[in-house]
């Protein structure tokens, strides 16, 4: 059932141009979904995580959906943060990205890694070193951020490079290479071996005075975003054609990235958990001063009111 919010003020809505943490946001925008809930919504669409966030801290950004490690890193400051919802689990779309001759991890012992510190990709990547009983000492971090990633890696500059999809894809196309590893599979053998290793999230969020001064629009925001969830799980090619010509990506490529993502606003305990070894992370890497519990940064009431069954958390 849709709700009618009338007289709704525009809502500024921040997010990439990814399909990883904007793919609700374009789906609702272009199939009129925000503007069915009442909802004059204007999109704004920013390079990174980080500049979304200076935007919603300075108050230009309503609501925004992004990885959850500059959400952490916000909340911890404090700032009166709140997640609303889940967007999707991207934790399959975090790849180490290798040369195609490269068969195995040793391979790349005294080697150059890319890798963006104080990310989901030096995250990623410390994981790795930990499941797999790597040496650290035997690899070389570079830091670079994606765009300079893919250009190393085509260059041949570093031997390996840790990121997200779709930089993940283009790397892999125009470097000749291939993924090694994800958060969710392990691709050495002959067939790709289901393993989750690492989880990762795209939220949504507002400031707590948002929602409590506009409960109503908090809600129209969820609907809306729910039907565009729905619409990505029941009208598949319709969803791929929309997103691949926004992202710049063939349909079979953007197929593949919504294989590896589950687009739900679920609130889950792997969810949580997830959250928890990310904060474990930002204290451990020095980026936080302070942990923090992920629990105390959810409010799952708008959640529960526009549809209950999506809050499977314990003691939510």
């Not at 909802?39 to 959906?65: E, N, R, T």
């Not at 020095?286 to 942990?291: N, Q, Y």
Request: glycine residues 6%.
């Amino acid at each position: 059932m849709t709700t009618s919010y009338v007289n709704a003020a525009t809502v500024n809505v921040g997010t990439s141009r990814d399909p990883n943490n904007g793919a609700q946001v374009l789906i609702a925008e272009q199939k009129g979904f925000f503007e069915a809930a009442g909802l004059d919504v204007s999109v704004k669409y920013f390079p990174s995580g980080g500049d979304l966030m200076s935007a919603f801290v300075g108050g230009s950004i309503d609501y925004g959906s992004s990885g959850a490690i500059p959400i952490l890193t916000v909340r911890a400051r404090p700032f009166p943060l709140k997640v609303i919802a889940q967007m999707s689990d991207i934790s399959g779309a975090q790849h180490l990205i290798v040369k195609e001759g490269t068969k195995s991890l040793d391979e790349l012992k005294g080697k150059k890694i890319g890798v963006m510190l104080g990310t989901a990709s030096e995250a990623f990547y410390k994981v790795i070193i930990e499941k797999y009983e790597l040496d650290a000492d035997s690899l070389t971090v570079v830091n670079m951020d994606p765009t300079d990633m893919t250009t190393a890696f085509i260059r041949g500059d570093v031997e390996a490079i840790v990121l997200w999809e779709p930089v993940a894809t283009n790397a892999r196309k125009l470097g000749k290479g291939k993924t090694l590893i994800s958060a969710t599979n392990d691709y050495r053998g002959a067939t790709p071996e289901a393993k989750r290793i690492y989880g990762d999230h795209s939220l949504l969020f507002a400031n707590e005075k948002t929602i409590e001064s506009q409960p109503e629009v908090a809600s129209a925001m969820i609907e809306a975003l729910k039907k565009a969830s729905e619409f990505i799980q029941n009208n598949r090619d319709e969803a791929v054609a929309i997103m691949a010509k926004t992202y710049v990506l063939q349909p079979h490529e953007m197929n593949a990235i919504l294989d590896m993502n589950k687009y739900s606003l679920e609130i889950s305990d792997q969810l949580i958990s997830d959250l928890e070894v990310l904060t474990d992370f930002l204290v451990t890497s020095k980026r936080i001063k302070k942990e923090t519990d992920p629990r105390q940064m959810i409010d799952t009431s708008v959640l529960k009111k526009v549809d209950a069954a999506l809050v499977t958390c314990s003691g939510c």
